[in-house]
C-alpha cells in the first residue's frame, strides 16, 4: 500500500517508515513532485494535521497523512504547543527554538512537559485523526546528539536519558509520534 507522508523533515519521514515497516510504501512530498510550503495556519495540532493533509489529497489526489506536534511546557502555560516550530521565530531553528524554551525555563520548579503529536489520515476521501502522547521534563541543558527538535533537552518519564540519547527504536517505542504512528498502522492493516 502506497501512502504519502506529508512532510519535508527527512528525520520524521524517517522515523515513519521504520515504525510502519514494510507493508506500506511511505512516499515523501518530494516523490508526488509537492514542492510548496504546506498550509500551517489552524490554532490546534488537529487543525494543522488536517490543513497539510487536505492540501496535498486535494491538489495531488493521493491518499496521505500528516502530523504536527506539538511541546507543552507546564510552566509556560502549555507553550509553546502549536507553535514549537516557530517559537523562536523565523526561520525555523531548533537550536533558537531550545535557547529561548531553556532561558523562559530559568529557575523554573515545576520543569513536566509532554510531547503530543496528531495524525491525520484521508484515505479514500475519509478523514481520521490518531493522537499520541509522551510525558517527561524539560532538562537543564542539552544531552545526546541525536533525534531534531526539543530531543537533546527532554527527558521521557521514566528514563535517565533525553530523547536524543535514545536510538531510533528505543525513541519510537515511547514517542508521542510513535505512539500515534501505531495507532495508524493498526489502522491502515485493519483495512488491507
Known sequence: MEICFATNNQKKLQEVRKALGTHFKIVSLDEIDCREELP??????EE?????ARHVYEHYGVDCFADDTGLEVEALDGAPG????????????DERNIDLLLKKMEGAEDRSA?????IALIRGGKEYAFEGRAEGEIL???AGDGGFG???VFKPAGY???????????????????K?????????HESI
Open 40 to 45: 500551517e495556519t489552524g490554532s490546534t495540532l
Open 48 to 52: 494543522n494535521a488536517f490543513q497539510k
Open 114 to 118: 509532554a510531547f503530543r503529536t496528531v
Open 180 to 188: 500515534a504512528v501505531r495507532k495508524l498502522a493498526e489502522f491502515l
Open 160 to 178: 535517565d536519558r533525553s530523547f536524543a540519547e535514545l536510538d531510533l527504536d528505543e525513541k519510537n517505542a515511547i514517542s508521542h509520534r510513535g
Open 82 to 93: 502549536v507553535y514549537s516550530g516557530r517559537f523562536a521565530g523565523e526561520p525555523r531553528s
Open 140 to 142: 537543564e541543558e542539552r
Open 150 to 152: 526539543y530531543d537533546p
